[in-house]
């Protein structure tokens, strides 16, 4: 498939199953998850602190998540964990369209939350075991371009459907969402065996100890760092422009959307073209890029007015190049670095760094702006720098087998 090829998309056939599922799945995540708070309020007349409390509770349940995958996931396989997850989560939607009272609604956040941490921290261990040889970043990229697609496009439909006021559009997005869970369970089972049994068929002998494993958990810890990179976007982004910026509040989800954009295009190209470095060394370049952006970030208080929305772009720009670069590259490491017995378990482990990213970037962004507007850009720069330095010098440790694509 030389046009495949050269779009750096991988050898596909027999696992579109799992593409069409990962882009449905995405959907209705990207249509129901930006309702869900006001579906607390407004539907099930819940208060906004009661309900921000019920959810922040809910996902701190849903840490140890990811721990309990890595007993399990190379004995059971991964599929059959993000298939358990997706309909998992489709019960608890299905909990959120008839439920009202409290506790029902905490139990399903409860289910929500817990299964989403499974199948971040299974399915990067199906995509690896589907992958051909030589094939697992092209597959880590255009996982997570159908996810970016099909979750723009459920947001588009978030939008549409929050236009139209009053509880049906609640509903309709919650009930779209158990539907979707259901279809993508549905369409994960009709993958073959032959395409997602690899890693558990070859775990054979212990395996190692993954808290004796320096190198590895240095890792999680250097890529915690760049995933709070990836996540402070999200978070801070508009509350940024719209307290300390002379900037139009609706550039916000211009710039979001064309980040998604980006990611949901972009992933394989990148892989593409380089399929022929180091992972390590894409990650460091990813690191010093967000450094880059950190900088231009706080550079944009002392500017004049009329080039702040320009260089607000130009900083958007450069935060889209280095969250492209680590996307796929950072998940492809890790499944390269992790060993073939204990497989599943590594790449469980590898998700505490987006967990714990996702935790800290609230309160990173909020505790030091508060302070002064520029300290969160700042400190971010300072740590990607940080990161960038500590690939660098694992790099050294870990074999060029495990780092170089090809």
């Known amino acids: 498939m030389p046009t495949a090829t050269s779009l750096g998309l991988p050898n596909v056939r027999g696992r579109l199953p799992l593409l069409v599922g990962l882009a449905i799945d995405s959907f209705g995540g990207g249509c129901a998850g930006p309702l869900l708070l006001l579906y607390f ?10 309900a921000g409390t019920l959810l922040t509770v809910a996902t701190l349940f849903s840490i140890a998540a990811p721990a309990g995958v890595g007993v399990v996931i190379d004995r059971v396989g991964p599929r059959t964990l993000v298939v358990g997850s997706q309909f998992a989560q489709g019960l608890a939607f299905a909990g959120f369209f008839f439920g009202r009272s409290l506790w029902l609604l905490f139990l399903c956040a409860l289910v929500t939350t817990f299964g989403q941490r499974v199948f971040w921290s299974s399915i990067f261990s199906l995509l690896s075991d589907v992958a051909d040889e030589g094939d697992r970043d092209r597959w880590f990229g255009l996982g997570g371009m159908m996810q970016a697609g099909g979750f723009g496009l459920g947001a588009l439909a978030a939008g549409a459907l929050l236009a139209v006021g009053g509880e049906t559009p609640f509903l309709i997005a919650m009930a779209l969402n158990a539907v979707t869970f259901f279809v993508a369970g549905l369409l994960l089972l009709r993958l073959h065996p032959s395409h997602h049994t690899r890693q558990v068929q070859d775990n054979t002998g212990p395996a190692p100890l993954l808290r004796k494993d320096k190198p590895f958990l240095v890792l999680i810890g250097a890529n915690t760092v760049l995933a709070l990179c990836t996540m402070l976007m999200g978070v801070a982004l508009p509350v940024y422009v719209s307290e300390a910026l002379p900037a139009p509040k609706w550039l916000v989800g211009v710039l979001l959307a064309a980040v998604s954009v980006v990611l949901a295009t972009g992933q394989t190209l990148v892989v593409r073209h380089t399929e022929n470095r180091r992972r390590t060394n894409v990650l460091i370049v990813a690191g010093v890029t ?18 702040v929305v320009p260089a607000l772009i130009l900083a958007t720009a450069v935060f889209a190049f280095a969250d492209v670069l680590h996307a796929a590259t950072s998940n492809a490491l890790a499944a390269a670095v992790a060993p073939v017995v204990g497989h599943g378990k590594y790449l469980s482990y590898w998700q505490y760094s987006f967990t714990f990213a996702s935790v800290l970037a609230p309160a990173f962004f909020a505790q030091l702006f508060e302070v002064r507007h520029e300290f969160p850009w700042l400190a971010l720069s300072a740590l990607a720098l940080l990161a960038a330095a500590t690939i660098l010098t694992l790099d050294r440790a870990l074999p060029h087998s495990t780092t170089q694509r090809r």
């Open 41 to 50: 309020v407004r539907v099930a007349e819940i208060p906004l602190g009661t």
């Open 290 to 307: 967000w450094a880059v952006w950190g900088v231009l970030m706080a550079s944009l208080l002392h500017i004049s007015t009329a080039l």
